[in-house]
């Protein structure tokens, strides 16, 4: 398959957000960066670092083949000529289910290369609604 | 106080984990940009947009005075002239406890601009080192 040229950083983001939602391994492959030591973190799990180690998540994450409702919202962009950072927040939920969990802010960092835009670090993490207020020690730990 | 002039990535982050580090709220704000629409994640809990926000999210967390040891490693960055990011693990413990909180993750984003370089977006989670392994759908949300 030869790989798409993303002329912006709005196409990558929606190639990516679409393959997770199809749970699509090769399409979510085709939005990371082949030039860059590439960086994703997945909720409440270890950093992966590499494309082989970011692969492998995806495919694991995507075995079920669970077809997902994705929407973001919010952004905050940083950017210049070849590099931008977007922070969102997802809305993920499974169809066929009413529970919707919880969003997750997700930290997205793109790189501009030959081949237009590719994604160079995903970093997402949950972002509960009321969170409980920890205590002072915990807090400044948790910063 | 006059502001700092940063003159590398590297001085304003060892600026932010000081501040940290001695819960000096003053200390902290001077490493975050006034020039952009800033960010911050703390752990588990919902994003912070807004100087005014952030700077109130360290007034609380710093409230208690607590001194720590901090410790960043493993570094991944991506960077050009104006833009850098930072993927880090956080080793953060209490000075006078034993007990060692597992890392955390945390992406630092900065930008140059006439005070140097300051801080824009700090998004941090907790990186446990032996999580659970979620069932397929959840795991997918979870994504």
Redesign the interface.
């Known amino acids: 398959m030869s790989k798409p040229i993303y002329t912006s950083v709005a196409e990558a983001e929606a190639a990516f957000y679409d393959a ?1 939602a199809r ?1 699509d391994l090769d399409a979510m492959m085709t939005v990371w960066s082949e030039d ?2 590439v ?1 994703c ?7 992966l ?1 590499g494309l082989a180690a970011v692969r492998e998540s995806w495919r ?5 083949g ?1 077809r ?1 409702q994705v929407r973001t919202s ?1 952004h ?1 962009v ?3 000529m ?2 931008t ?1 977007h ?1 969102v ?1 997802e809305h ?3 169809e066929g ?1 009413d529970r919707l ?1 919880p969003p997750m ?1 997700a ?1 997205n ?1 793109y ?1 501009r290369g030959a081949l237009g835009w590719r994604l ?2 995903h ?7 009321n ?1 409980h207020a920890p205590a ?2 915990a ?5």
């Not at 970093?123 to 609604?129: G, I, K, N, T, Y």
Request: hydrophobic fraction near 45%.
């Open positions: 997770l749970s860059d030591e960086v973190v997945h909720p409440d799990t270890p950093r670092v694991q994450l995507f075995a079920g669970t997902l919010h905050v940083c950017q210049n070849l590099l950072i922070n927040i993920v939920a499974v289910e969990p802010i930290t960092v790189t160079v670090m970093h997402a993490s949950p972002a509960p609604e969170p002072h020690g807090a400044h730990v948790m910063h």
